[in-house]
């Protein structure tokens, strides 16, 4: 049994553990489906976390608390992601800007339009 923020930073879904003690503060932590609000509350082997990290809404089952915050490749060991696949967007391929033979050097408008579609801003680096 260990502290869920603990766990969480230990697993290094969290870079700090204030930061997975504030999320967890705000409800935003399930454990079992049941709403989490206290950074103090136990989870142990067998529980199923639902939290949002970053974009994504992540599910996993605690396999077993850790005794320290390893690499990555140890935190991958105390958890089995049971998240779904996020679903992949299809890519749609942008049509390169053409211009007419000929016609010249673009604009000072012209050539701020293409920055905005290439770069998708005003072209200021």
Same mark, same amino acid.
């Given at each position: ?18 930061? =997975?003690? $504030?999320? #967890?503060?705000?409800?935003? /932590?399930?454990?079992? &489906? %049941? !709403? ?16 949002? =990290?970053? $974009?994504? #809404?992540?599910?996993?089952? /605690?396999?077993?608390? &850790? %005794? !320290? ?16 696949? =996020? ?7 942008? /049509?390169?800007?053409?211009?007419? !033979? ?24």
């Amino acid at each position: 049994m260990q502290r869920i923020d603990k766990y969480l930073w230990f697993t290094r879904f969290f870079k700090s553990r204030t930061l =997975a003690a $504030a999320v #967890v503060t705000q409800g935003r /932590v399930r454990i079992n &489906g %049941a !709403r989490c609000e206290k950074p103090s509350a136990t989870v142990k082997a067998g529980d199923v976390l639902t939290f949002a =990290a970053g $974009a994504r #809404v992540r599910v996993i089952k /605690v396999v077993s608390g &850790g %005794a !320290r915050r390893g690499p990555a490749t140890e935190a991958r060991l105390l958890y089995e992601d049971l998240t779904p696949p =996020a679903e992949e967007k299809p890519v749609v391929a942008a /049509v390169p800007a053409e211009r007419q !033979r000929g016609a010249g050097r673009p604009t000072k408008r012209e050539r701020r339009a293409i920055d905005t579609f290439t770069r998708g801003r005003s072209g200021d680096d």
